[in-house]
């Protein structure tokens, strides 16, 4: 399988992603669509006979600023390690999110606020927590003794971690992630929570330009996302920006304002 690492340096602790790619050799096959079947002179002709469907309008081109734009290009294309320099992201209206582990009432609660500032900023994709074993994303509350039985591809020495699956199309299928619960304070944790979600949605860099970001490259602690953040988390989840897109295929899609 091709895997791309990633590390967010948040100071201590440090919060790893590993963004794996398309499924290959190695017992796991390469998901396909289907092949279109070829219509039969009567389907063709019914076909033909049937009105015509008026495509679907284009997505509004959302309005920007440029330090915004150049913010989503530093945080939302590649990984922070190598990596195609385009657009990753969930493309359901749902993404379903479960817990395990012990989970203290302020963790539950932050994650509550979490999804809830994630959802306020989303057009196309809501998070949503379950308690279905299949959910898209799980998050694992633990000590970090049982990080590496829980996740195999656990670094040692760090509080917090998430990775992410995608298929060829740059879509992600699901994702996991691993969240400290011993030693450490609730704000820390609740950094952990937030920070390690988000990027789990595809804003998976980091840059040491704005330090009330949550993608700050630095040691910080934030319960909250900056305007910034909010700005670029919206881009993303906007009709106008498609997985697998590119720099050059983002701009096109938005209004920069000057």
Same mark, same amino acid.
């Given at each position: 399988m091709?895997?791309t690492p990633?590390?967010?340096?948040g100071?201590?602790p440090?919060?790893v992603?590993?963004?794996?790619g398309?499924?290959?050799a190695?017992g796991?096959?390469t998901?396909?669509?289907p092949s279109q079947?070829?219509?039969s002179?009567a389907t063709?002709?019914?076909a033909a ?6 495509p679907?309008p284009?997505p509004a081109?959302p ?10 290009f530093?945080?939302?294309l590649?990984?922070e390690?190598?990596?195609?320099r385009?657009?990753?992201?969930w ?7 479960r ?5 203290s009432?302020?963790?539950q609660?932050?994650l509550r ?10 057009a196309?994709t809501d998070?949503k927590? &379950? *308690?279905? #074993?299949a959910a898209d994303?799980? !998050?694992h509350?633990?000590p970090v003794?049982?990080?590496p039985?829980?996740s ?5 020495g760090?509080?917090g971690f ?12 699901s994702a996991?992630?691993?969240v ?6 609730d704000t820390?944790r609740c950094?952990?929570i937030?920070?390690a979600?988000?990027?789990s949605t595809?804003?998976?860099r980091?840059?040491?330009q704005?330090p009330?970001?949550?993608?700050y490259g630095r040691?910080?602690t934030? &319960? *909250?996302? #900056?305007?910034?953040?909010?700005? !670029?988390?919206s881009?993303?989840?906007?009709d106008?920006?498609?997985a697998?897109y590119?720099?050059v295929q983002?701009?096109s899609?938005?209004?920069v304002l000057?």
């Amino acid at each position: 399988m091709t895997r791309t690492p990633s590390q967010i340096h948040g100071g201590t602790p440090w919060v790893v992603v590993v963004i794996a790619g398309v499924l290959m050799a190695g017992g796991c096959s390469t998901a396909k669509a289907p092949s279109q079947p070829s219509l039969s002179v009567a389907t063709a002709a019914s076909a033909a006979a049937s009105p015509s469907v008026e495509p679907s309008p284009t997505p509004a081109r959302p309005r920007v600023s440029k330090k915004a734009l150049n913010y989503f290009f530093k945080i939302a294309l590649g990984a922070e390690y190598g990596g195609d320099r385009i657009v990753v992201k969930w493309t359901k209206p749902v993404v379903t999110v479960r817990t395990d582990g012990t989970v203290s009432s302020a963790s539950q609660k932050c994650l509550r606020k979490v999804i809830s500032d994630f959802n306020a900023l989303t057009a196309t994709t809501d998070l949503k927590l &379950t *308690r279905d #074993s299949a959910a898209d994303v799980t !998050i694992h509350f633990a000590p970090v003794a049982r990080f590496p039985s829980l996740s195999p591809k656990y670094v040692p020495g760090n509080d917090g971690f998430f990775y992410a699956w995608f298929n060829g199309e740059h879509r992600i299928s699901s994702a996991t992630v691993l969240v400290r619960t011993t030693g450490i304070s609730d704000t820390l944790r609740c950094d952990h929570i937030r920070k390690a979600l988000t990027r789990s949605t595809g804003l998976m860099r980091e840059s040491n330009q704005y330090p009330d970001s949550i993608f700050y490259g630095r040691h910080s602690t934030t &319960t *909250r996302y #900056s305007k910034l953040d909010e700005q !670029i988390i919206s881009l993303l989840y906007s009709d106008a920006i498609g997985a697998g897109y590119d720099q050059v295929q983002v701009t096109s899609a938005v209004q920069v304002l000057p």
